[in-house]
């Protein structure tokens, strides 16, 4: 496994059937039909699962780390907002100003900024801003590999990091969000690299780039498998990650492996996200027991990505279908609603035998 070879000493341990087994047992005794809760049925037992049986289930507090990071890529014309437009963002988000402010405020999680890698330099200190800097923006994978192996692993490095660091604090859920100009071209090459899909059914409008432009940046995701075509048919999801991935990528990969390895469910948001999953998932495929999938996004080729997920894990689906598709871990912010309640029932629901109900009356 990829794991052992990159992180010898970071152990991800998959979940025990004993502990399935009892949440299983739990949650049919609870007073209604068996199954009737559908999925947040199976988040339940999956808490149970992923806590050792621990009881309360908690999944609060809750963290949101919305990474940020720019892409040399974007100089090839493949989004129809200029660079400097993640710079203003993550302002923004300092100014709790952005979508992904207002969603963390109303599902109750807290909300952290990570600087991977912008263009410009560092930011003035903030108290929402946590500095994992690897450059000053990834290279054009257009012209050569966006980042080297050294500085994919300090990116995956300091992803664990972050996690273990909320962890340390008594974070009980962690949720991973995006911003970067031009990562949807980067997530594309990912997912065509890892997944052996085509760049003319992955590519998509991203921040609202129009037919031509989407044609175009499947032209530019052409030129950078080929481009990089030896670290493509390595299979080495290292290899593919420094030569297609982003800084902000990266980090949220690491974030992913980190969290699962302190037995913590990880909220997945949308395309990009799920490509910085995808990328995790091959260094450690046990993660997709820790990971919830939050929502199917709008762009086009999230849905082939999760279906290829699906015909190797069938539990791979996500819970929400909302027609977003703005990233910055919006979807997970929504989905985290869901993974309370799943917590909740389990918790403070009746049981049959406790209630004095007959189970076959229900």
Known sequence: ???????????????????LDAAQAHLDDLTKPRGSLGRLEDLARRLYAMRRGQLPLRVQP????TVAGDHGVAAQGVSPF?????RQMVQNFFGGGAAINVLCRSMG?????VDAGCAGGPF?????????????????????????????????????????DAADKGYQCLGVGEMGIANSTAGTALYCALLHLEPEVMAGPGAGADAAMVKHKAQ????????NEKAVRSGDPLEVLAALGGYEIVVMSGIM?????????????????????VAALHICPVLAEYAVLSHASAEQGHGRALARLEEAAPEQRPLLHLDMRLGEGTGGAVAYGLLRCAADI???MATFSAAGVAEQTC
């Open 1 to 19: 496994m990829a794991l052992e070879r990159i992180f010898p000493d970071l152990h991800i341990e998959p979940l025990r059937q004993q502990d």
């Open 62 to 65: 809750a963290l949101m780390l």
């Open 82 to 86: 200029p660079q400097a437009v993640t």
């Open 109 to 113: 999680m807290e909300l952290r900024v």
């Open 124 to 164: 003035a200190p903030n108290p929402m801003l946590l500095d994992c800097r690897l450059g000053d923006g990834t290279a054009d994978m257009t012209l050569g590999p966006a980042m080297s192996v050294e500085t994919c692993l300090k990116g995956l490095r300091a992803g664990v990091k972050l996690a273990h």
């Open 220 to 227: 530019i995701v052409h030129k950078a498998l080929a481009v």
């Open 257 to 277: 492996l980190g969290a699962a390895s302190r037995r913590l469910p990880v909220l997945v948001d949308g395309f990009i996200c799920s490509a910085a999953y």
């Open 346 to 348: 389990y918790n403070d």
